[in-house]
């Protein structure tokens, strides 16, 4: 062999092996492509499981959620319910100022002086704080006294107060009436 075909040979042999070289690269991209197909893939059966787990949390907590808000629909606030919101520290105890929330959150125009006056009221052993026994003995007291002063704002008097309750006590006694066995 001469030298002209030993160079056309080493020259095709160059050229197939940069064709060779060029179709391995090609090869070793797909099967990057495909193992980064095959993550990708793993990665989203995993978002895809996290997120029917999270699902399944949501509807348990939303069951949980409606479960709680029925029963505190049926059940009635209690004096110790409301010592609890006012007590912010958690102190077992309510100082003015906690007491004063009260008022702000119902959007009342009670007097500042007679706020203080309701304070001094409740806090029977004049300590300057109210425990919650000294808040539920004053409960009744606190609320007819809020009652009566909202009535009065809406320009109700003592004698509208009275034809109210019985008007409710004659549809209550209807009301059984036409429910129940009336005797």
């Excluded at 409606?66 to 912010?88: C, I, M, N, Y």
Aim: hydrophobic letters at 40%; a negative charge.
């Amino acid at each position: 062999m001469n030298d002209a075909a030993f160079a056309m040979r080493k020259k095709a042999f160059a050229m197939i092996d940069g064709k060779l070289q060029q179709c391995l690269r090609t090869v070793e991209q797909e099967i990057q492509l495909q193992r980064n197909h095959n993550a990708l893939a793993a990665g989203l059966r995993k978002l895809e499981a996290k997120r029917a787990h999270a699902k399944k949390k949501v509807d348990e907590s939303q069951a949980g959620f409606d479960e709680f808000h029925q029963e505190r629909v049926r059940r009635k606030v209690t004096p110790g319910d409301v010592f609890s919101t006012l007590d912010a520290d958690q102190s077992g105890t309510i100082t003015i100022e906690e007491f004063k929330k009260l008022f702000v959150a119902m959007n009342s125009s009670l007097d500042p002086n007679m706020i203080e006056k309701m304070f001094a009221y409740a806090d029977s052993d004049g300590s300057g704080l109210i425990t919650q026994d000294e808040f539920e003995e004053a409960w009744d007291f606190l609320t007819e006294h809020l009652v009566n002063k909202v009535l009065h704002e809406l320009g109700f008097g003592p004698t509208d107060i009275l034809m109210a309750i019985i008007m409710a006590a004659t549809r209550l006694r209807s009301y059984r009436c036409t429910t129940l066995t009336c005797s």
